[in-house]
């Protein structure tokens, strides 16, 4: 039977189709239906089923009827008189009789609706469950009236009149050797009137029950009408509401005793006679038809069901536990003798006993319980939740079903000749092997209307026999689904991986998050099919659903931190945020979180689903993550550490930074910890909690670097020596374009104890490390070149001891360094303390860097007055003399032209010993380059190497006015122009 329509909260309404209650010489076929001697089903004469068949008809056609029939009737709005008790039974009676002579004959007119509503206004609908429709107020009025063409009535006269009831105040009156009684309203908008009271109205069924079986009085208009109304197939869209919708009728144990086996017996019924008719040859039931039964069927074990307690059993299978409980207590109950149905509580008898215990059970919180006779099965009063005050079978009594089926499987069911014999009426029927039929059958209602029941209908009896709750059949089907269901999942795995190598990042993290999604489908398709397919029941499809229901969950978490995943590398990809950097790992831990957030919540729901009881498991959680958070306080302070690393943001992925007494770059910042590669390049993993609250020092954050450092010059340095190393420095600072020129300072700091301290300071504009120590390494060797070219040196530690022959300070350059600061002072130009602004302004940014020669070298791009001194100033390769000739006297040994040697480079030395004549352009440009070179450098006059060139006398005067600047360059391309016609030419002594 197919358990996924037939879970406990989908009450419907009691079906139309009522099974055919018993009468004498009738018997019971194994489904529980009634024949007569030839096999047969009673039915009523044709023309009162179709009569009552247009009775609801009748209810939605009455706007139609011709108008000359509505003038029949002086009195169209008039009620039925209820002014007392005869007077309401006349109406009533009247009124019933009117609408089925009229129906008898084929007429369907206002009139005939008229008297429908007013049998049904002598009613008191009041506690009737679904009294609101339009089919319950018709089956109270056929119930009635079946009861009262079958019982005695006395003469009118004698039942109490307008009159009496004035008399004698009467406010009710039962109907002799009856329970029928018309009691007056005591409130409301019909106080004062006479109706069949709301408990006889309630009770109609039962009465009818008992009274069946009476004959019909002679005259009786209404022989088979209930019988006739109850087995029409209406098609009717508010009855197939009322159908599904309406729940069985739970406000007492009596209600829900002989609503939970009538629905069960009916189903029973329905399902054997359509599986008779489909197995027929051929058959004599349609396809639709057979769906339409099912559906049916599906709906009244659904009812069944609902009146179950089944809060105890996990969600995850409460449904098939509700089916397999129902029809075990069915099968229990089967094998007893009914009780008698007036032994059984109703509601008066419920309020009765509730007054005769003064309200103790409610006050303990106890609900009303009843126990079915000679056994443990108990209908309970629910007291608490959505249920509060209906009577349904007990969570114990559920719990405890498999176990009660098994102690009585061996009876026999209870017969009818024993019924009889104890003068019991029969108002269940036995719905014998309806058990085995639903553990043996695959998982649909009805089996035969569907390709698998007809298939497993044809397998060997060998296979149908029961081994461990299930049929062989099922062990095999279990055990092959099982293995196709893994094989499908390895697949799926496996093909999305190798699809997954193909991608990159983010679709590839998207399409990983694939495979858990497709297995958890997977699962669950599988566990659908051992459910309703092939129809698992038991402990079985516990363990089944079980491990079901924990793999999805495992594979919905899986699905969760991949998609999380997926997520983030989306957002960094779409906002160009850099997949390394700060940004994108907040984002990643961000997901992580809410990726764990949502696996627990996964978790907690499976575990809730499978009948985990959360209270407790909560419970020990807090007290147990207590003790876990005193245990990790520092994996939580790390976790803080972390959230403090985010966000203040100190340092970022990709930063080299100082921590502590140790430097290297940060290459990962996660939850707990911070990844580190250290200078030699091996990994350190720092906590975050001790990372967040180390001094921390971000290189990568400077704007500039500082260059700080003393310059620690020979004791036997002068004072003017000093000053000239002093000028010459603070030059080089402010001309180096690497140098931010405020504040760019050299400064004479003291005396030392084995040196005079020089102090460089200075802000590089740049931030890298590499960049700062190339920088650092030029401005310090054009130091070194400065304090070498004012003839001084740098002094050693006294408490060093080295021998060497000691050169002393070149006395000639010392000479020319004073001479060049008394220069200075004469022409008021010393720069002390400052340069003077116009010169400041023009030593700035003048010095290439990188230097000439080096493979980053660019020149510096001059201004236009430099771009016109430069035209003045450097050569140009029209302006070289004949090169044959100049590379001859270069090669040669000339004083000048050993000097001039020494400042080339080795690549133009090279070029130079290598040329034999002709024309090269090459080592032309090479010369060229490096003659203009020595024109911008220092001062090349020596009067050793000059003594034999006849200087002009515009050189000599420039030469006496110890020129800087374009006037030095100006000076070496003038001392050049004088020494290329002679000294060139002149040989020097060999060495």
Same mark, same amino acid.
């Given at each position: 039977?197919?358990?996924?329509?037939?879970?406990?909260?989908?009450?419907?309404?009691?079906?139309?189709?009522?099974?055919?209650?018993?009468?004498?010489?009738?018997?019971?076929?194994?489904?529980?239906?009634?024949?007569?001697?030839?096999?047969?089903?009673?039915?009523?004469?044709?023309?009162?089923?179709?009569?009552?068949?247009?009775?609801?008809?009748?209810?939605?056609?009455?706007?139609?009827?011709?108008?000359?029939?509505?003038?029949?009737?002086?009195?169209?709005?008039?009620?039925?008189?209820?002014?007392?008790?005869?007077?309401?039974?006349?109406?009533?009676?009247?009124?019933?009789?009117?609408?089925?002579?009229?129906?008898?004959?084929?007429?369907?007119?206002?009139?005939?609706?008229?008297?429908?509503?007013?049998?049904?206004?002598?009613?008191?609908?009041?506690?009737?469950?679904?009294?609101?429709?339009?089919?319950?107020?018709?089956?109270?009025?056929?119930?009635?009236?079946?009861?009262?063409?079958?019982? @005695?009535?006395?003469?009118?006269?004698?039942?109490?009149?307008?009159?009496?009831?004035?008399?004698?105040?009467?406010?009710?009156?039962?109907?002799?050797?009856?329970?029928?009684?018309?009691?007056?309203?005591?409130?409301?908008?019909?106080?004062?009137?006479?109706?069949?009271?709301?408990?006889?109205?309630?009770?109609?069924?039962?009465?009818?029950?008992?009274?069946?079986?009476?004959?019909?009085?002679?005259?009786?208009?209404?022989?088979?009408?209930?019988?006739?109304?109850?087995?029409?197939?209406?098609?009717?869209?508010?009855?197939?509401?009322?159908?599904?919708?309406?729940?069985?009728?739970?406000?007492?144990?009596?209600?829900?005793?002989?609503?939970?086996?009538?629905?069960?017996?009916?189903?029973?019924?329905?399902?054997?006679?359509?599986?008779?008719?489909?197995?027929?040859?051929?058959?004599?039931?349609?396809?639709?038809?057979?769906?339409?039964?099912?559906?049916?069927?599906?709906?009244?074990?659904?009812?069944?069901?609902?009146?179950?307690?089944?809060?105890?059993?996990?969600?995850?299978?409460?449904?098939?536990?509700?089916?397999?409980?129902?029809?075990?207590?069915?099968?229990?109950?089967?094998?007893?003798?009914?009780?008698?149905?007036?032994?059984?509580?109703?509601?008066?008898?419920?309020?009765?006993?509730?007054?005769?215990?003064?309200?103790?059970?409610?006050?303990?919180?106890?609900?009303?319980?009843?126990?079915?006779?000679?056994?443990?099965?108990?209908?309970?009063?629910?007291?608490?939740?959505?249920?509060?005050?209906?009577?349904?079978?007990?969570?114990?009594?559920?719990?405890?079903?498999?176990?009660?089926?098994?102690?009585?499987?061996?009876?026999?069911?209870?017969?009818?000749?024993?019924?009889?014999?104890?003068?019991?009426?029969?108002?269940?029927?036995?719905?014998?092997?309806?058990?085995? !039929?639903?553990?043996?059958?695959?998982?649909?209602?009805?089996?035969?209307?569907?390709?698998?029941?007809?298939?497993?209908?044809?397998?060997?009896?060998?296979?149908?026999?029961?081994?461990?709750?299930?049929?062989?059949?099922?062990?095999?089907?279990?055990?092959?689904?099982?293995?196709?269901?893994?094989?499908?999942?390895?697949?799926?795995?496996?093909?999305?991986?190798?699809?997954?190598?193909?991608?990159?990042?983010?679709?590839?993290?998207?399409?990983?998050?694939?495979?858990?999604?497709?297995?958890?489908?997977?699962?669950?398709?599988?566990?659908?099919?051992?459910?309703?397919?092939?129809?698992?029941?038991?402990?079985?499809?516990?363990?089944?659903?079980?491990?079901?229901?924990?793999?999805?969950?495992?594979?919905?978490?899986?699905?969760?931190?991949?998609?999380?995943?997926?997520?983030?590398?989306?957002?960094?990809?779409?906002?160009?945020?850099?997949?390394?950097?700060?940004?994108?790992?907040?984002?990643?831990?961000?997901?992580?979180?809410?990726?764990?957030?949502?696996?627990?919540?996964?978790?907690?729901?499976?575990?809730?689903?499978?009948?985990?009881?959360?209270?407790?498991?909560?419970?020990?959680?807090?007290?147990?993550?207590?003790?876990?958070?005193?245990?990790?306080?520092?994996?939580?302070?790390?976790?803080?550490?972390?959230?403090?690393?985010?966000?203040?943001?100190?340092?970022?992925?990709?930063?080299?930074?100082?921590?502590?007494?140790?430097?290297?770059?940060?290459?990962?910042?996660?939850?707990?910890?911070?990844?580190?590669?250290?200078?030699?390049?091996?990994?350190?993993?720092?906590?975050?909690?001790?990372?967040?609250?180390?001094?921390?020092?971000?290189?990568?954050?400077?704007?500039?670097?500082?260059?700080?450092?003393?310059?620690?010059?020979?004791?036997?340095?002068?004072?003017?020596?000093?000053?000239?190393?002093?000028?010459? !420095?603070?030059?080089?600072?402010?001309?180096?374009?690497?140098?931010?020129?405020?504040?760019?300072?050299?400064?004479?700091?003291?005396?030392?104890?084995?040196?005079?301290?020089?102090?460089?300071?200075?802000?590089?504009?740049?931030?890298?490390?590499?960049?700062?120590?190339?920088?650092?390494?030029?401005?310090?060797?054009?130091?070194?070149?400065?304090?070498?070219?004012?003839?001084?040196?740098?002094?050693?530690?006294?408490?060093?001891?080295?021998?060497?022959?000691?050169?002393?300070?070149?006395?000639?350059?010392?000479?020319?360094?004073?001479?060049?600061?008394?220069?200075?002072?004469?022409?008021?130009?010393?720069?002390?303390?400052?340069?003077?602004?116009?010169?400041?302004?023009?030593?700035?940014?003048?010095?290439?860097?990188?230097?000439?020669?080096?493979?980053?070298?660019?020149?510096?791009?001059?201004?236009?007055?430099?771009?016109?001194?430069?035209?003045?100033?450097?050569?140009?390769?029209?302006?070289?003399?004949?090169?044959?000739?100049?590379?001859?006297?270069?090669?040669?040994?000339?004083?000048?032209?050993?000097?001039?040697?020494?400042?080339?480079?080795?690549?133009?030395?090279?070029?130079?010993?290598?040329?034999?004549?002709?024309?090269?352009?090459?080592?032309?440009?090479?010369?060229?380059?490096?003659?203009?070179?020595?024109?911008?450098?220092?001062?090349?006059?020596?009067?050793?190497?000059?003594?034999?060139?006849?200087?002009?006398? @515009?050189?000599?005067?420039?030469?006496?006015?110890?020129?800087?600047?374009?006037?030095?360059?100006?000076?070496?391309?003038?001392?050049?122009?004088?020494?290329?016609?002679?000294?060139?030419?002149?040989?020097?002594?060999?060495?």
């Amino acid at each position: 039977m197919n358990r996924a329509g037939v879970a406990p909260k989908a009450g419907v309404a009691r079906s139309r189709k009522m099974p055919q209650m018993r009468t004498e010489g009738q018997r019971v076929d194994p489904v529980g239906r009634t024949s007569g001697a030839q096999g047969g089903r009673r039915a009523p004469p044709a023309t009162l089923r179709a009569s009552l068949m247009g009775l609801v008809l009748l209810l939605f056609c009455a706007l139609g009827v011709a108008a000359a029939e509505e003038a029949a009737d002086p009195y169209p709005l008039r009620p039925p008189d209820t002014s007392s008790p005869r007077d309401t039974l006349k109406s009533f009676l009247e009124s019933a009789d009117y609408v089925i002579n009229e129906r008898r004959r084929g007429i369907l007119n206002a009139r005939a609706f008229r008297n429908m509503l007013n049998a049904t206004d002598t009613l008191d609908l009041g506690t009737t469950l679904g009294s609101e429709a339009v089919t319950v107020q018709v089956e109270r009025v056929l119930l009635l009236k079946e009861l009262l063409d079958r019982i @005695e009535l006395p003469a009118f006269g004698a039942i109490p009149g307008d009159r009496e009831v004035e008399a004698s105040g009467l406010t009710q009156w039962t109907i002799p050797n009856t329970r029928l009684t018309i009691a007056r309203q005591k409130e409301g908008p019909r106080a004062g009137e006479f109706l069949f009271s709301a408990r006889t109205v309630e009770r109609l069924e039962e009465f009818y029950r008992l009274a069946k079986d009476l004959p019909y009085k002679p005259g009786a208009t209404t022989p088979g009408v209930y019988e006739a109304y109850t087995a029409a197939e209406v098609d009717n869209v508010s009855d197939e509401l009322r159908n599904r919708l309406k729940k069985i009728d739970a406000s007492s144990p009596r209600s829900t005793l002989v609503g939970f086996l009538q629905s069960i017996g009916q189903a029973y019924a329905l399902v054997a006679e359509a599986e008779a008719k489909l197995r027929a040859d051929p058959p004599r039931m349609a396809m639709p038809e057979a769906r339409q039964v099912e559906a049916t069927a599906q709906n009244l074990l659904r009812r069944s069901v609902d009146l179950l307690d089944l809060s105890k059993v996990p969600e995850a299978y409460r449904a098939d536990a509700g089916l397999q409980a129902a029809l075990q207590l069915k099968e229990v109950i089967d094998r007893t003798l009914l009780p008698f149905l007036v032994s059984i509580p109703d509601s008066a008898m419920v309020e009765v006993e509730r007054r005769r215990v003064g309200g103790r059970s409610a006050a303990a919180g106890e609900g009303y319980r009843w126990r079915y006779p000679n056994t443990e099965i108990e209908i309970v009063e629910i007291t608490e939740g959505p249920r509060r005050g209906q009577f349904l079978f007990s969570s114990e009594t559920v719990r405890r079903a498999p176990d009660f089926f098994a102690r009585v499987r061996d009876l026999p069911y209870r017969g009818q000749e024993s019924a009889n014999e104890l003068g019991r009426y029969f108002w269940s029927d036995v719905t014998s092997g309806i058990y085995d !039929l639903y553990v043996s059958s695959p998982g649909y209602v009805l089996p035969q209307a569907h390709w698998l029941g007809r298939l497993v209908d044809r397998l060997p009896p060998a296979l149908k026999v029961v081994r461990g709750e299930q049929t062989l059949w099922k062990w095999i089907v279990l055990l092959l689904g099982g293995m196709v269901t893994i094989a499908a999942i390895t697949l799926v795995f496996r093909l999305i991986r190798y699809l997954a190598q193909r991608l990159s990042s983010p679709l590839r993290s998207w399409l990983l998050t694939a495979p858990p999604v497709l297995a958890a489908l997977i699962v669950l398709r599988a566990l659908v099919f051992f459910d309703q397919g092939i129809n698992l029941t038991g402990h079985v499809l516990r363990v089944v659903v079980v491990i079901g229901d924990l793999a999805m969950a495992v594979l919905a978490v899986w699905a969760v931190l991949r998609l999380s995943r997926a997520v983030a590398e989306t957002l960094v990809s779409q906002s160009r945020i850099r997949a390394g950097g700060h940004d994108a790992s907040l984002i990643h831990i961000g997901m992580r979180i809410a990726a764990f957030v949502a696996g627990s919540l996964v978790i907690i729901y499976s575990l809730r689903h499978l009948g985990a009881d959360m209270v407790p498991l909560l419970a020990g959680l807090g007290v147990g993550g207590l003790a876990v958070a005193l245990a990790a306080q520092r994996t939580f302070a790390n976790f803080i550490g972390s959230l403090i690393l985010f966000f203040n943001k100190p340092v970022r992925i990709g930063d080299f930074c100082r921590y502590g007494d140790q430097v290297g770059t940060i290459e990962h910042i996660g939850l707990l910890a911070t990844r580190i590669r250290s200078l030699e390049r091996s990994v350190v993993t720092v906590p975050n909690a001790e990372f967040s609250e180390t001094k921390i020092d971000n290189f990568e954050m400077r704007d500039q670097r500082l260059l700080r450092t003393v310059l620690k010059l020979r004791y036997e340095t002068t004072a003017e020596q000093i000053r000239y190393i002093l000028a010459r !420095l603070r030059k080089l600072l402010l001309g180096h374009p690497k140098v931010t020129p405020a504040p760019a300072r050299v400064r004479f700091i003291g005396y030392g104890d084995f040196s005079k301290d020089l102090e460089v300071f200075a802000y590089l504009d740049c931030a890298d490390h590499d960049t700062f120590l190339a920088i650092q390494e030029d401005l310090l060797l054009r130091m070194e070149d400065i304090v070498n070219e004012a003839g001084s040196g740098f002094a050693f530690p006294s408490q060093t001891a080295y021998l060497t022959r000691d050169r002393g300070i070149d006395s000639k350059r010392q000479g020319e360094a004073e001479a060049r600061v008394e220069d200075w002072r004469k022409r008021g130009r010393l720069p002390f303390p400052e340069f003077e602004e116009a010169e400041r302004h023009r030593y700035e940014n003048i010095l290439d860097y990188p230097p000439h020669g080096s493979p980053q070298y660019v020149p510096r791009r001059r201004s236009a007055a430099e771009r016109a001194a430069d035209r003045d100033i450097m050569l140009s390769t029209n302006e070289l003399p004949d090169l044959p000739a100049l590379a001859l006297r270069l090669r040669g040994k000339f004083r000048l032209a050993d000097d001039l040697r020494g400042r080339f480079s080795d690549e133009t030395r090279k070029l130079l010993s290598e040329y034999d004549g002709g024309r090269d352009v090459g080592l032309k440009e090479a010369l060229v380059h490096e003659l203009n070179g020595i024109i911008r450098g220092p001062c090349i006059y020596d009067e050793a190497r000059f003594s034999e060139v006849a200087l002009s006398p @515009e050189t000599r005067e420039l030469l006496a006015a110890s020129p800087e600047g374009d006037d030095l360059a100006r000076l070496n391309r003038m001392l050049l122009d004088d020494a290329f016609p002679k000294e060139l030419s002149i040989k020097t002594e060999a060495a």
